[in-house]
């Protein structure tokens, strides 16, 4: 039932109720985010699964590539690793966040996200928060990526800082695009249709680039998308940093693309989220 407000215009009671919720501070963003992102680890150590992603496929995918295509594409293993590395590290960080939004599109149909509702925080900090959680799981699918190379004949002449740069530039990578992700996750209608639109636009994303294999080798016609793909640019910044310990101008390309996606998708993840409330 609407109230009459002194000046004589009707007044929702949702509407009172916004307008005597004080503003949140920056600070409490940042802490409610935090909070939110324990959350998400504590869930995530009760459910070890959760990192099977993230464990196994590096190990895999490292040792069937490097066997299976190092003869055919650069005529021994070892001298394929340079390339393949790289490229395994962008296709494994960026395949592990597709799970965000599927986890969040999960937790929104379990209703969950329905007891934040009554909950004075942000509304960005149930997004934002597993997605600092999920920096965890990139880390240690980008560690264990460089660890399988080095145990099959990889040796990055960039040295440790080199390795730790693509690492770093990787796991920004990963979590910039998880926002896309996330929105994803806040439109469908399922955790299954989340997957499906999730694996639709990365697989693509992730091969037709120069990650396995040098783009002199690909058609004209090809090179062009592949030229202008965010993913052949992380991953030549990754091979500068990894292999030479160069800071390019791909480096710089790729934190530009960074910005532009979460400067694009966490306001509509954020304006998304906020029609299901």
Same mark, same amino acid.
């Given at each position: 039932?609407?109230?009459?407000?002194?000046?004589?215009?009707?007044v929702?009671p949702?509407?009172?109720v916004?307008?005597?919720r004080?503003?949140?501070?920056?600070?409490?963003?940042?802490?409610?985010?935090?909070?939110?992102?324990?959350?998400?680890?504590?869930?995530?150590?009760?459910?070890?699964?959760q990192?099977?992603?993230?464990?196994?496929?590096?190990?895999?995918?490292?040792?069937?590539?490097?066997?299976?295509?190092?003869?055919?594409?650069a005529?021994?293993?070892?001298?394929?690793?340079?390339?393949?590395?790289?490229?395994?590290?962008?296709?494994?960080?960026?395949?592990?966040?597709?799970?965000?939004?599927?986890?969040?599109?999960?937790?929104?149909?379990?209703?969950?996200?329905?007891?934040?509702?009554?909950?004075p925080m942000?509304?960005? #900090?149930?997004l934002?928060?597993p997605?600092? %959680?999920? =920096? /965890?799981?990139?880390a !240690?699918? &980008?560690? $264990?990526?460089f660890?399988m190379?080095?145990?099959?004949?990889?040796?990055?002449?960039?040295?440790?800082?080199?390795?730790?740069?693509?690492?770093?530039?990787?796991?920004?990578s990963?979590?910039?695009?998880?926002?896309?992700?996330?929105w994803v996750?806040t439109?469908?209608?399922s955790?299954?249709?989340?997957?499906?639109i999730?694996?639709?636009?990365?697989?693509?994303?992730?091969?037709?680039?120069?990650?396995?294999?040098?783009?002199?080798?690909?058609?004209?016609?090809?090179?062009?998308?592949?030229?202008?793909?965010?993913?052949?640019?992380?991953?030549?910044?990754?091979?500068?940093?990894?292999?030479?310990?160069?800071?390019? #101008?791909?480096?710089?390309?790729t934190?530009? %693309?960074? =910005? /532009?996606?979460?400067? !694009?998708? &966490?306001? $509509?993840?954020?304006?998304?989220?906020?029609?299901?409330?």
């Amino acid at each position: 039932m609407s109230a009459i407000s002194v000046t004589g215009e009707r007044v929702r009671p949702a509407d009172r109720v916004a307008a005597a919720r004080r503003r949140i501070s920056p600070r409490e963003v940042v802490s409610q985010t935090m909070t939110m992102a324990w959350r998400a680890l504590k869930k995530m150590r009760r459910n070890p699964e959760q990192f099977f992603d993230v464990t196994l496929q590096p190990i895999l995918f490292t040792a069937m590539f490097a066997y299976i295509f190092g003869g055919a594409i650069a005529g021994d293993v070892r001298s394929y690793l340079p390339l393949m590395i790289p490229g395994i590290l962008a296709q494994t960080v960026l395949t592990t966040c597709m799970a965000t939004g599927t986890q969040l599109r999960e937790d929104m149909e379990k209703g969950v996200f329905d007891r934040f509702k009554s909950l004075p925080m942000a509304r960005i #900090a149930p997004l934002a928060g597993p997605m600092v %959680a999920d =920096l /965890v799981r990139y880390a !240690i699918a &980008a560690t $264990l990526t460089f660890g399988m190379g080095i145990a099959v004949g990889y040796r990055p002449d960039g040295g440790a800082l080199g390795v730790l740069g693509a690492i770093a530039l990787a796991i920004i990578s990963g979590w910039s695009l998880a926002w896309a992700f996330t929105w994803v996750g806040t439109i469908a209608r399922s955790a299954q249709a989340v997957q499906g639109i999730s694996m639709m636009i990365m697989f693509p994303l992730t091969f037709l680039s120069n990650a396995f294999v040098p783009l002199t080798s690909l058609p004209g016609w090809l090179q062009a998308f592949v030229r202008v793909n965010p993913v052949s640019h992380m991953v030549t910044a990754a091979r500068d940093l990894a292999n030479e310990g160069t800071i390019s #101008a791909e480096v710089g390309w790729t934190l530009l %693309a960074c =910005l /532009v996606v979460v400067a !694009i998708f &966490a306001p $509509l993840s954020v304006r998304s989220y906020r029609r299901h409330l």
